[in-house]
């Protein structure tokens, strides 16, 4: 708010409007608090625009950055609290995760929606100031977010009933379906004409730019001290020395240890697994048709690769008598990385395959 009231002089109404969008959950944030303190449409209508089109911005680069290395020290989960906490909007929060695996879109819809939470905690307390400013007029009533509602719901069906893995899937198509139709409802309801409306397009524009990489920069810097890959790394972990090597460069730069994570946080310190121990869609080559517990067929747990120099044979039914078959065979989620790994030239691949053989 101070920004685009101070630096880049905006109205206050659209300053406060477009402060609240960018720090809660966007259109729902902006049309809430709009009721509240009786907004001209024509401010709520710019602040969703710039809101949207600065979120959009930020769905489309993000995944790239991830994918090309740009976020180092990110594994898919911290990937995740990073978009769920800096992207503006739900669903655009849903598609920049989405499109990087189900650990970022799972972590990243709950930091959303964890956000989304603030909002009537912010409108109670945006309503008592309204009122103590002014008590002779009668605060606006507090439209109330039932989505929220909806929300808590789910997450207490899910922690407490199991459902089959095959009706969880169909419900994750309808879901897919649904936020298919919740972006193109966006798409509709936004118009790039609207952020020059208020006589100040390219301040409008700077606010948004500014809003966009003041919220990455603050997520991306506080969890840094979270990152596995960056503890590991530091001179006071025993990994530090391994993950400096040649191959263990190209094992975190490709995208192996956003997986096969280096290191978990345990009860008595730093545990070194290189796995995260987390289901992961491995692809037809992996997929056995068997059903266990939240598992199909083709999805298989992280296996750990500390203790691999041991074996003679890989994956779960020792079908891989080498670790370049066993890379290979990789697919589903982890086809990308796969496929930088096969992209390295030879001398590259090889100093990778002797770094995880000495795991």
């Known amino acids: 708010y101070a920004i685009a009231r101070k630096l880049f002089r905006l109205d206050a109404e659209i300053a406060l409007l477009v402060a609240v ?58 990937y995740g609290v990073f978009v769920g906490a800096s992207i503006f909007e ?9 499109a990087i695996s189900d650990d970022a879109l799972n972590t990243a819809t709950l930091v959303k929606l964890s956000k989304v939470l603030m909002l009537v905690p912010l409108l109670l307390a945006a309503s008592l100031v309204l009122r103590s400013r002014n008590k002779a007029q009668k605060a606006a009533p507090i439209p109330f977010p039932w989505f929220i509602v909806a929300f808590i719901g789910v997450v207490m069906f899910n922690s407490e009933i199991t ?7 169909v419900i994750l198509d309808v879901d897919q379906f649904l936020f298919l139709m919740v972006m193109i409802a966006l798409g509709i309801t936004t118009r790039v004409g609207r952020l020059g409306e208020s006589g ?32 590991a790394a530091s001179p006071s972990s025993s990994l530090g020395a391994m993950l400096g090597t040649h191959g263990g460069r190209l094992f975190a730069s490709i995208g192996c240890a956003k997986c096969h994570v280096p290191a978990l946080e345990g009860s008595n310190g730093e545990v070194e697994l290189y796995s995260d121990l987390l289901l992961h869609d491995m692809g037809p080559a992996l997929d056995d048709k068997i059903v266990q517990g939240d598992a199909i067929g083709a999805e298989w747990r992280t296996a750990p690769l500390v203790g691999i120099r041991l074996r003679h044979r890989y994956l779960h039914d020792g079908r891989a008598t080498t670790l370049r078959d066993a890379v290979f065979a990789h697919g589903g989620t982890a086809q990308i990385v796969r496929d930088r790994f096969f992209d390295l030239d030879e001398t590259d691949r090889q100093a990778l395959l002797d770094f995880v053989a000495k795991l």
Do not use: K
């Not at 625009?49 to 020290?73: K, R």
């Open 21 to 78: 969008g960018s720090s809660v959950c966007g259109a729902a944030a902006i049309l809430s608090m709009a009721a509240l303190v009786r907004a001209r449409d024509q401010s709520a209508g710019i602040a969703i625009a710039l809101i949207t089109l600065s979120g959009t911005v930020a769905l489309l680069a993000y995944p790239v950055m991830f994918l090309g290395d740009w976020l180092p020290h990110l594994d898919d989960r911290l």
């Open 90 to 98: 739900l669903a655009q929060v849903y598609g920049a995760s989405f």
């Open 163 to 169: 459902l089959n893995p095959q009706l969880r899937r």
């Open 200 to 231: 100040g397009a390219w301040r409008l524009i700077g606010v948004g730019f500014v809003g966009v990489a003041l919220s990455a920069a603050l997520a991306y810097a506080a969890l840094i001290p979270f990152s596995a890959t960056f503890r």
